[in-house]
C-alpha cells in the first residue's frame, strides 16, 4: 500500500491523499460503508460502487468468523470473491465487538476469552489467531488487536488497558511478519491508538504507535459516549505525534459534523454505522440538516427527498412517498434512507478533499457545520 499526500489546507490540518492498494485506489478523506458481515444492509453492490460512489468497504472480523466461519471464506478464495466486491476491503479486528460482549467475555494477556452472542459457543481470540483470521478474510488494511476502553473509565484501567494493547501489538506485528497473504495481493496493518480520554495516555500511545512505522495508523475507542470536543481534543493530540506521511484512520466516527471537524484535525479515513443505522429508522442528513421522514410534516410535501440528488432516489421519490413508505413499514423505505445516507456521507468527503484541493477547506466546513445538525 502507498499513501501520497497530495494537497494540504493553509488554515487546518486537512490534507488531501491518495492510497495505493492491491485493489484499487482510495481518494482521502475517505468515508467507508460498513459492511459488518461483508455487506452494506439494505444495498446492493452495484449502488455501493455505481450510485454512493464507495471506494472502500469496511468488514469485521469478530462477525465474518462467526459467519459464515473461515472454512466457507476459505473456499471462496477470500471476501472479495465470497461477496463480489472488487474494490478495497477494511476489517476491523473484532476489539470494539469483544468491547461490547461485556458480559460474556474475559481478557487475559493470552487475548479474549468470549461467548457468541449468536449460540452462546466459546472462542479465544488471541493477536495471532486474529491476523490469522483477517489472512483468510483476505482484506487489504487489517488492524491490529485492541481492547475498546468504555467511557467513562477509571484512569488506572485504561493505562493497564493501553499496555496490553500495545504488547499485543508487537505480537501483532511478529505474527503479520511470519505470514504472508493467501491471495494475490497485499494487505497492510495498521495498529491502534488507545488511552481512553485521558491526554497523557493518549500521548503515551501514539508515541508507542509511531514508532511501530506501519503503513497507516488508526484511533481507536473513541465515540464511545463522551463529549465531541473531548473526542476532538484526543484526536487533535494524536494526530499531531502520528507520522504525517501515513494515513490516519478514526474508527467508528460518526456524524457529519464530527467528519469534516476530524478533517481539519488530519484525520484522512472514516467508518461509521449513522448512515445505513439512523437511515433504517427514517433519520436523513442532508446538507441543511436532519429530516425525520416519520414526522406528519412530510405527509403532504410532494417535492423531492432532496433537491442537491446525492442520489437518484433523491430525485425519483417525494419526502410525502418515503414517509408512506416507513409510517407502511415497507422495506423500501430503509433501502432509499440508506442509497441517500451514503451517498450524501460521500459526497461531503468528496467535497471536502475539492476544498482543500482549492485551498476553502476551512471557511466551507465551518459554514457546513453550522448547518449539519440543525432538526429540520
Known sequence: MKFTIKAKDDQSSARAGALQTGHGRIETPIFMPVGTAGTVKAVHFRDVRDDVKAQIILGNTYHLFLRPGLDVLKAAGGLHKFNGWDKPILTDSGGYQVYSLANNRKLKEEGAHFQSHIDGSKYLFTPEYVIDIQRIIGADIIMAFDECTPFPCEYDYARDSMEMTHRWLDRCIGHFAKTGPLYSHDQTLFPIVQGSTFADLRK???????SKNAGGNAIGGLSVGEP??????MTELVCAILPKDKPRYLMGVGTPANILESIA???????????????RNGMLFTSEGIMNMKNEKWKNDFSPIDGNGYSFVDSQYSKAFLRHLFISNEYLAPMIAS?????FYLWLVKTAR???VDNFFSSW??????????RL
Open 204 to 210: 503515551k500511545s501514539a508515541e508507542v504507535i509511531a
Open 228 to 233: 465531541h470536543e473531548m473526542m476532538y481534543a
Open 265 to 279: 484535525l488530519g484525520v484522512d479515513m472514516f467508518d461509521c454505522v449513522m448512515p445505513t443505522r439512523n437511515g
Open 339 to 343: 442509497l441517500h445516507n451514503l451517498s
Open 354 to 356: 475539492e476544498k482543500i
Open 365 to 374: 466546513k465551518d459554514m457546513m457545520v453550522k448547518k449539519l445538525d440543525r
